[in-house]
Protein backbone atom coordinates (compact mmCIF):
# COMPACT_ATOMS: atom_id res chain seq x y z
CA UNK A 1 0.00 0.00 0.00
CA UNK A 2 1.42 3.55 -0.84
CA UNK A 3 1.87 5.65 2.41
CA UNK A 4 0.60 9.04 1.47
CA UNK A 5 3.95 11.85 1.72
CA UNK A 6 3.52 14.94 3.29
CA UNK A 7 5.21 17.32 1.35
CA UNK A 8 6.87 21.19 2.24
CA UNK A 9 6.49 22.44 -1.28
CA UNK A 10 7.09 26.05 -2.92
CA UNK A 11 5.18 26.81 -5.91
CA UNK A 12 6.58 30.14 -6.78
CA UNK A 13 9.69 31.81 -6.27
CA UNK A 14 8.38 34.61 -3.85
CA UNK A 15 8.61 34.67 0.17
CA UNK A 16 8.85 30.98 1.55
CA UNK A 17 8.35 30.27 5.59
CA UNK A 18 7.57 26.98 7.16
CA UNK A 19 3.61 28.49 7.62
CA UNK A 20 3.44 27.31 3.96
CA UNK A 21 4.24 23.73 4.49
CA UNK A 22 0.81 21.45 4.15
CA UNK A 23 0.76 19.91 7.98
CA UNK A 24 -2.24 19.15 10.20
CA UNK A 25 -0.08 19.26 13.51
CA UNK A 26 -0.10 22.83 14.93
CA UNK A 27 2.48 22.47 17.58
CA UNK A 28 5.48 21.94 15.47
CA UNK A 29 7.38 23.57 12.68
CA UNK A 30 5.29 22.04 9.55
CA UNK A 31 7.79 20.71 7.66
CA UNK A 32 9.03 18.64 10.51
CA UNK A 33 5.84 16.35 9.44
CA UNK A 34 6.89 16.22 5.96
CA UNK A 35 8.51 13.83 3.92
CA UNK A 36 9.90 16.10 1.21
CA UNK A 37 10.39 19.56 0.62
CA UNK A 38 9.61 20.09 -3.09
CA UNK A 39 10.76 23.31 -5.26
CA UNK A 40 9.46 23.24 -8.92
CA UNK A 41 10.02 20.00 -10.42
CA UNK A 42 12.50 18.77 -8.29
CA UNK A 43 12.02 17.20 -4.44
CA UNK A 44 14.53 16.30 -1.87
CA UNK A 45 14.37 14.34 1.17
CA UNK A 46 13.51 15.38 4.68
CA UNK A 47 16.43 13.63 6.59
CA UNK A 48 15.09 14.54 10.06
CA UNK A 49 17.95 13.84 11.83
CA UNK A 50 17.37 13.37 15.79
CA UNK A 51 21.06 12.76 16.85
CA UNK A 52 23.40 15.82 16.26
CA UNK A 53 20.30 18.23 16.21
CA UNK A 54 22.41 21.35 17.68
CA UNK A 55 24.21 20.78 14.26
CA UNK A 56 21.12 21.67 12.58
CA UNK A 57 20.52 25.59 11.51
CA UNK A 58 17.18 27.08 12.34
CA UNK A 59 17.40 29.61 9.52
CA UNK A 60 13.24 29.50 8.61
CA UNK A 61 13.06 32.51 6.00
CA UNK A 62 14.69 32.56 2.16
CA UNK A 63 13.50 34.23 -0.61
CA UNK A 64 13.92 31.82 -3.21
CA UNK A 65 15.02 34.26 -6.65
CA UNK A 66 17.89 32.22 -7.91
CA UNK A 67 16.59 30.48 -11.00
CA UNK A 68 19.06 27.41 -10.30
CA UNK A 69 17.16 26.21 -7.11
CA UNK A 70 16.05 23.10 -9.26
CA UNK A 71 19.35 22.70 -10.12
CA UNK A 72 20.76 22.67 -6.47
CA UNK A 73 18.35 20.33 -5.21
CA UNK A 74 19.25 17.71 -8.44
CA UNK A 75 22.59 18.15 -7.22
CA UNK A 76 21.89 17.29 -3.57
CA UNK A 77 19.77 14.17 -5.11
CA UNK A 78 23.51 12.93 -6.84
CA UNK A 79 25.34 13.78 -4.28
CA UNK A 80 27.35 15.97 -6.21
CA UNK A 81 29.01 19.20 -5.27
CA UNK A 82 28.00 22.63 -5.51
CA UNK A 83 29.52 25.76 -5.93
CA UNK A 84 27.96 29.45 -5.07
CA UNK A 85 29.48 32.28 -6.70
CA UNK A 86 28.20 35.82 -6.12
CA UNK A 87 28.97 38.87 -4.75
CA UNK A 88 29.16 39.30 -0.67
CA UNK A 89 25.62 39.32 1.11
CA UNK A 90 23.45 38.03 -2.23
CA UNK A 91 22.49 35.05 -0.08
CA UNK A 92 24.78 32.04 -0.64
CA UNK A 93 25.51 30.70 2.85
CA UNK A 94 21.76 31.41 3.88
CA UNK A 95 20.38 29.46 0.66
CA UNK A 96 22.60 26.38 1.57
CA UNK A 97 21.81 26.89 5.79
CA UNK A 98 17.93 27.23 5.18
CA UNK A 99 17.95 24.07 2.66
CA UNK A 100 20.31 22.55 5.81
CA UNK A 101 17.19 23.48 8.19
CA UNK A 102 14.03 22.59 6.08
CA UNK A 103 15.97 19.26 5.19
CA UNK A 104 16.58 18.80 9.13
CA UNK A 105 20.46 17.42 8.05
CA UNK A 106 22.65 18.51 10.12
CA UNK A 107 26.07 20.92 8.73
CA UNK A 108 29.80 21.65 9.85
CA UNK A 109 30.38 25.65 8.10
CA UNK A 110 33.48 26.51 7.09
CA UNK A 111 34.10 29.85 7.35
CA UNK A 112 37.90 30.02 5.70
CA UNK A 113 40.64 32.42 6.08
CA UNK A 114 44.06 32.86 5.27
CA UNK A 115 44.63 32.44 9.30
CA UNK A 116 42.61 28.86 9.34
CA UNK A 117 45.21 25.67 9.84
CA UNK A 118 45.25 22.14 8.47
CA UNK A 119 44.35 21.29 12.25
CA UNK A 120 41.54 23.01 11.89
CA UNK A 121 40.15 21.35 9.40
CA UNK A 122 41.59 18.21 8.70
CA UNK A 123 42.89 17.50 12.38
CA UNK A 124 46.16 16.86 14.52
CA UNK A 125 48.02 15.53 17.25
CA UNK A 126 47.22 17.21 20.73
CA UNK A 127 48.70 17.10 23.81
CA UNK A 128 46.25 15.02 25.98
CA UNK A 129 47.15 14.58 29.41
CA UNK A 130 50.83 14.07 28.19
CA UNK A 131 49.90 11.60 25.29
CA UNK A 132 50.14 12.78 21.74
CA UNK A 133 46.62 11.71 20.32
CA UNK A 134 44.97 12.60 17.21
CA UNK A 135 42.03 14.90 17.04
CA UNK A 136 39.54 15.13 13.78
CA UNK A 137 38.74 18.45 12.35
CA UNK A 138 36.07 19.47 10.88
CA UNK A 139 35.77 17.69 7.67
CA UNK A 140 36.43 14.64 9.08
CA UNK A 141 33.99 14.91 11.81
CA UNK A 142 31.85 16.21 9.65
CA UNK A 143 32.33 13.27 7.05
CA UNK A 144 32.39 10.61 9.21
CA UNK A 145 28.11 11.46 10.52
CA UNK A 146 27.39 12.20 7.72
CA UNK A 147 27.14 15.99 7.81
CA UNK A 148 26.91 18.65 4.92
CA UNK A 149 29.92 20.77 4.47
CA UNK A 150 29.52 24.25 3.79
CA UNK A 151 33.64 25.48 2.98
CA UNK A 152 32.42 29.38 3.04
CA UNK A 153 34.61 31.50 0.85
CA UNK A 154 36.39 28.53 -0.49
CA UNK A 155 38.78 30.31 -2.01
CA UNK A 156 40.78 31.88 0.87
CA UNK A 157 41.49 28.48 1.96
CA UNK A 158 44.98 28.20 2.14
CA UNK A 159 46.80 25.69 -0.89
CA UNK A 160 48.13 23.24 1.38
CA UNK A 161 44.10 22.46 2.99
CA UNK A 162 42.80 22.58 -0.77
CA UNK A 163 45.35 19.82 -1.90
CA UNK A 164 44.01 17.63 1.02
CA UNK A 165 40.32 18.50 -0.48
CA UNK A 166 40.84 17.05 -4.10
CA UNK A 167 40.30 13.62 -3.35
CA UNK A 168 37.20 14.24 -1.64
CA UNK A 169 35.49 16.21 -4.21
CA UNK A 170 36.69 14.18 -6.93
CA UNK A 171 35.33 10.25 -7.95
CA UNK A 172 37.91 8.91 -5.14
CA UNK A 173 35.44 10.37 -2.60
CA UNK A 174 37.47 10.21 0.61
CA UNK A 175 39.91 11.75 2.77
CA UNK A 176 42.78 10.75 3.08
CA UNK A 177 44.42 10.96 6.61
CA UNK A 178 47.45 9.90 6.16
CA UNK A 179 49.40 11.10 9.16
CA UNK A 180 47.48 7.99 11.54
CA UNK A 181 46.94 5.45 8.24
CA UNK A 182 42.98 5.90 7.69
CA UNK A 183 40.77 6.73 5.08
CA UNK A 184 37.26 8.15 5.26
CA UNK A 185 35.12 7.76 2.94
CA UNK A 186 32.47 10.30 1.89
CA UNK A 187 29.37 8.55 2.10
CA UNK A 188 25.71 9.45 0.10
CA UNK A 189 24.65 11.17 3.25
CA UNK A 190 27.63 14.00 2.46
CA UNK A 191 27.15 16.88 0.10
CA UNK A 192 29.66 19.50 0.03
CA UNK A 193 28.79 23.20 -0.50
CA UNK A 194 31.19 25.96 -1.34
CA UNK A 195 30.89 29.54 -1.58
CA UNK A 196 33.18 32.23 -3.56
CA UNK A 197 32.91 35.89 -4.03
CA UNK A 198 35.70 36.05 -6.71
CA UNK A 199 35.84 39.89 -6.48
CA UNK A 200 36.32 40.22 -2.93
CA UNK A 201 40.02 41.70 -1.26
CA UNK A 202 42.33 38.93 0.25
CA UNK A 203 40.90 36.38 -2.47
CA UNK A 204 42.62 33.81 -4.93
CA UNK A 205 41.29 32.80 -8.37
CA UNK A 206 40.90 29.05 -8.01
CA UNK A 207 42.66 26.32 -9.46
CA UNK A 208 40.99 25.15 -12.80
CA UNK A 209 41.25 21.61 -10.75
CA UNK A 210 39.20 22.83 -8.02
CA UNK A 211 36.59 24.52 -10.57
CA UNK A 212 36.14 21.34 -12.24
CA UNK A 213 35.33 19.09 -8.86
CA UNK A 214 32.45 20.76 -8.37
CA UNK A 215 29.75 19.50 -10.34
CA UNK A 216 27.59 22.84 -11.02
CA UNK A 217 28.78 26.15 -10.69
CA UNK A 218 25.42 28.68 -9.36
CA UNK A 219 26.06 32.44 -9.76
CA UNK A 220 24.36 34.73 -7.48
CA UNK A 221 23.28 38.32 -7.87
CA UNK A 222 21.34 40.91 -5.59
CA UNK A 223 18.15 40.12 -5.02
CA UNK A 224 15.57 42.24 -7.31
CA UNK A 225 14.55 45.47 -6.09
CA UNK A 226 10.78 44.30 -4.63
CA UNK A 227 12.48 40.72 -2.87
CA UNK A 228 15.02 43.12 -0.99
CA UNK A 229 12.41 45.81 -0.20
CA UNK A 230 10.22 42.37 1.02
CA UNK A 231 13.56 41.11 2.90
CA UNK A 232 13.77 44.46 4.59
CA UNK A 233 10.06 44.39 5.87
CA UNK A 234 10.02 40.82 6.84
CA UNK A 235 13.45 40.67 8.70
CA UNK A 236 14.21 43.88 10.52
CA UNK A 237 10.37 45.34 10.01
CA UNK A 238 11.17 48.35 8.18
CA UNK A 239 8.28 50.32 6.55
CA UNK A 240 7.73 50.02 3.18
CA UNK A 241 8.27 53.59 2.47
CA UNK A 242 12.25 53.40 3.83
CA UNK A 243 12.77 49.76 2.84
CA UNK A 244 12.09 51.02 -0.86
CA UNK A 245 14.02 54.02 0.13
CA UNK A 246 17.46 51.77 1.29
CA UNK A 247 17.36 49.44 -1.42
CA UNK A 248 17.00 52.07 -4.24
CA UNK A 249 20.35 54.25 -2.82
CA UNK A 250 21.89 50.53 -2.17
CA UNK A 251 21.02 49.77 -5.80
CA UNK A 252 22.42 53.25 -6.94
CA UNK A 253 25.53 52.08 -5.12
CA UNK A 254 26.34 48.91 -6.68
CA UNK A 255 25.90 50.42 -10.26
CA UNK A 256 28.53 52.48 -9.17
CA UNK A 257 30.47 50.02 -8.04
CA UNK A 258 30.11 48.09 -11.17
CA UNK A 259 30.89 50.81 -13.23
CA UNK A 260 34.11 50.68 -10.92
CA UNK A 261 33.40 54.33 -9.48
CA UNK A 262 33.36 53.01 -6.05
CA UNK A 263 35.37 50.18 -4.51
CA UNK A 264 33.26 48.36 -2.15
CA UNK A 265 30.01 47.53 -2.74
CA UNK A 266 26.84 47.62 -0.74
CA UNK A 267 25.80 44.46 0.17
CA UNK A 268 22.50 43.11 1.65
CA UNK A 269 24.23 42.54 4.67
CA UNK A 270 24.69 46.33 5.08
CA UNK A 271 21.39 47.10 4.12
CA UNK A 272 19.45 45.11 6.62
CA UNK A 273 21.88 46.35 9.08
CA UNK A 274 20.63 50.13 7.87
CA UNK A 275 16.97 49.16 7.49
CA UNK A 276 17.21 47.75 11.77
CA UNK A 277 19.04 51.18 12.52
CA UNK A 278 16.25 53.39 10.39
CA UNK A 279 13.90 51.75 12.33
CA UNK A 280 15.50 52.41 15.53
CA UNK A 281 16.28 56.23 14.42
CA UNK A 282 12.43 56.69 13.01
CA UNK A 283 11.68 59.61 15.73
CA UNK A 284 13.98 62.12 13.80
CA UNK A 285 11.85 61.14 10.77
CA UNK A 286 11.33 64.36 9.12
CA UNK A 287 11.23 65.71 5.29
CA UNK A 288 14.84 65.17 4.47
CA UNK A 289 14.81 61.93 5.93
CA UNK A 290 16.82 62.04 8.92
CA UNK A 291 16.25 59.07 10.47
CA UNK A 292 17.81 57.69 7.04
CA UNK A 293 20.73 59.78 6.84
CA UNK A 294 21.64 58.77 10.36
CA UNK A 295 21.54 55.08 9.73
CA UNK A 296 23.36 55.53 6.51
CA UNK A 297 26.00 56.91 8.37
CA UNK A 298 27.10 53.96 10.87
CA UNK A 299 25.76 50.81 9.05
CA UNK A 300 26.91 51.92 5.60
CA UNK A 301 29.25 55.18 4.68
CA UNK A 302 31.72 54.42 8.01
CA UNK A 303 32.25 51.18 6.19
CA UNK A 304 33.57 52.59 2.71
CA UNK A 305 37.11 54.59 1.70
CA UNK A 306 36.59 58.42 1.94
CA UNK A 307 36.51 58.26 -2.13
CA UNK A 308 33.22 56.08 -1.70
CA UNK A 309 31.87 57.96 0.96
CA UNK A 310 31.57 60.94 -1.12
CA UNK A 311 30.41 59.04 -4.15
CA UNK A 312 27.24 57.86 -1.42
CA UNK A 313 27.25 61.36 -0.63
CA UNK A 314 26.09 62.47 -3.39
CA UNK A 315 23.59 59.38 -4.07
CA UNK A 316 21.77 60.61 -0.61
CA UNK A 317 21.67 64.48 -2.00
CA UNK A 318 20.56 63.38 -5.29
CA UNK A 319 17.63 61.09 -3.30
CA UNK A 320 16.84 64.35 -1.25
CA UNK A 321 18.57 62.64 1.95
CA UNK A 322 20.99 65.60 3.43
N1 LIG B 1 17.39 35.42 -0.81
C1 LIG B 1 17.50 35.76 0.47
N2 LIG B 1 16.53 35.42 1.35
C2 LIG B 1 16.63 35.76 2.66
N3 LIG B 1 17.66 36.43 3.19
C3 LIG B 1 18.65 36.80 2.35
C4 LIG B 1 18.62 36.49 0.96
N4 LIG B 1 19.74 37.00 0.39
C5 LIG B 1 20.43 37.59 1.38
N5 LIG B 1 19.77 37.47 2.56
C6 LIG B 1 20.21 37.97 3.86
O1 LIG B 1 21.35 38.79 3.63
C7 LIG B 1 22.39 38.50 4.57
C8 LIG B 1 23.60 38.01 3.83
O2 LIG B 1 23.33 36.73 3.26
P1 LIG B 1 24.45 35.59 3.15
O3 LIG B 1 25.31 35.61 4.36
O4 LIG B 1 23.77 34.34 2.80
O5 LIG B 1 25.27 36.13 1.91
P2 LIG B 1 26.56 35.50 1.22
O6 LIG B 1 26.30 35.55 -0.24
O7 LIG B 1 26.90 34.21 1.81
O8 LIG B 1 27.64 36.61 1.61
P3 LIG B 1 29.25 36.46 1.78
O9 LIG B 1 29.82 36.25 0.41
O10 LIG B 1 29.66 37.80 2.35
O11 LIG B 1 29.47 35.34 2.73
C9 LIG B 1 21.82 37.47 5.54
O12 LIG B 1 21.31 38.15 6.67
C10 LIG B 1 20.68 36.83 4.78
O13 LIG B 1 19.70 36.38 5.63
MG1 LIG C 1 28.56 33.57 2.95
Known sequence: MNKKRDIFQYNDSTIKTCDDVQCTNTDIPKYQCADVFRFGNFETKIRNEIQFAEYIPNVNYYIFENQYIEEVLDSINNNENILFVGYPGTGKSSL????????????VQIQSSGEMSEVDIIGGFQNISGNMVWVDGLIPF????GFWILIDEINMVLPEIL??????L?????????EINQVIKVTEKTIIFATMNPYDVGT???????????HIVV?????SFDNEVKLLIEKVNCSKEDAECIVSIANLCRDAYRKNEMSKVVDTRMVLACGK????????????????????HTTILSKLSYED??????????????
Do not use: M
Open 96 to 107: VLYLASVCKVPI
Open 142 to 145: ALKN
Open 163 to 168: ARLHSV
Open 170 to 178: DDRRHLDLR
Open 204 to 214: KPLSASLWSRF
Open 219 to 223: PFDYL
Open 277 to 296: KVKSFEFLKNDSKQHIKRAF
Open 309 to 322: QSIVNCILTAKGIC
